[in-house]
């Protein structure tokens, strides 16, 4: 077959003349041109598209603007296929794109102090993407050294957890309640004991090894005091400093970083009666499979010694008998030590809380 190449513009006959694996669709009238493949190009009014014949996916061009809620373009919004990690464009100072991406995606734009915005990628050329603010999170108000700010005045490393965030998880212990809540802040829970967790609290690792110690400023209402001896359910909130100038108004005593333990107060109003309860059953997951029954185990232990070569300290098979065939439990027993001291607990908590108060006098007990 000869070829065609009158109709084609200079750009099509380059990609033709050096691939011949595209189709284009364009204004053109439709050309047949064959080099090692044959190529069709259709008039179909969508503009200019191509499409590899080794990959035939489409890539739609598509361009549009990005404005804030007010109708402001935003400059510099960054632009991704969702699920990608490398961004296929940004906005003009006009707030305007121009990228390409496959049917059926999603772009997803991003833009510091805005909500991302996703989009979901169709048959449209054009489109108009208004991206909403984000800073209803930055009147959000931070207990910090001196009394409360706003997150947006923040200038120090602050970390906030709220306490109807924390009492989610079924844990008895407000330290060990902080584990995974806040980045930098490591808890490591030494026992299972109630009452006596061992819970250990470290701000960004090991600060010293002197005598000074290593545990963070707990400050409770401004009082210094430990998490461990506090209800979960009292806390209002939560604040940790972690760095020197968050906490720089405690001085030394802050070397190893600082939380500040707000409890919840009553409201001028309604009396409120707050009631929760939790019911739970601990049973350990896995247990060791060991040999319960004492002959068993007497034997066993003959058995091991003879294959070393040792005969001495063997039990006598008079005693092993006197196990095996006794009627006196108590004097010959078979105890299974696991089982005594890992049965399965049911344990249940309950809390009950009264709050209120008038224009002058809060409480909360």
């Known amino acids: 077959m000869k070829n065609k190449t009158n109709q084609l513009t200079p750009l099509v006959r380059k990609l033709l003349l050096y691939s011949g694996t595209f189709l284009f669709v364009g204004s053109s009238s439709a050309t047949t041109f064959s080099k090692t493949k044959k190529i069709m190009i259709l008039n179909l009014g969508y503009g200019d598209t191509f499409f590899n014949l080794n990959n035939p996916v489409a890539q739609q061009p598509i361009s549009g603007r990005v404005k804030d809620a007010s109708g402001k373009p935003l400059a510099g919004v960054s632009i991704f296929v969702k699920g990608k990690t490398a961004a296929i464009g940004s906005t003009g100072e006009d707030g305007r794109f121009s990228v390409s991406a496959e049917i059926g995606t999603a772009l997803m734009f991003r833009y510091v102090g805005f909500n991302e915005q996703q989009v979901s990628v169709t048959n449209q ?66 026992s299972g004991e109630p009452g006596n967790e061992g819970v250990s609290i470290r701000m960004r690792g090991q600060g010293t090894f002197s005598g000074a110690g290593n545990n963070p400023l707990v400050l409770i209402d401004g009082i210094e005091g430990s998490l461990g001896s506090l209800n979960p359910n009292d806390i209002e909130n939560v604040s940790v400093l972690k760095d020197a100038a968050s ?118 007990l």
Not at 135 to 153: D, M, P, R, S
């Open 125 to 190: 050329r054009e489109l108009q993407v208004t991206m909403s603010s984000s800073t209803e999170n930055l009147e959000e108000v931070v207990v910090v050294g001196f009394g409360t700010q706003k997150k947006a005045n923040l200038t120090g490393s602050v970390a906030t957890i709220k306490g109807d965030d924390m009492i989610k998880r079924p844990v008895t212990n407000a330290g060990a309640m902080l584990q995974g809540q806040v980045p930098g802040l490591s808890i490591v829970q030494g």
């Open 247 to 364: 906490a720089s108004i405690y001085g030394s005593r802050a070397a190893n970083g600082v939380i500040l333990v707000t409890t919840k107060t009553g409201k001028q109003g309604k009396t409120v009666v707050d009631y929760s309860n939790n019911l739970a059953i601990h049973t350990p997951t896995k247990l060791f499979d060991l040999i319960t029954n004492s002959a068993e185990y007497m034997e066993l232990w003959n058995e091991a010694k003879r294959n070393t070569g040792i005969s001495s300290g063997l039990y006598p098979q008079q005693t092993i008998d006197q196990y095996r065939n006794a009627n006196d439990r108590e004097k010959y027993p078979n105890t299974d030590w696991m089982d005594i001291f890992f049965n399965p607990v049911f344990v249940h908590q309950h809390n009950l809380g009264i709050s209120g108060g008038s224009e002058k006098t809060q409480y909360n």
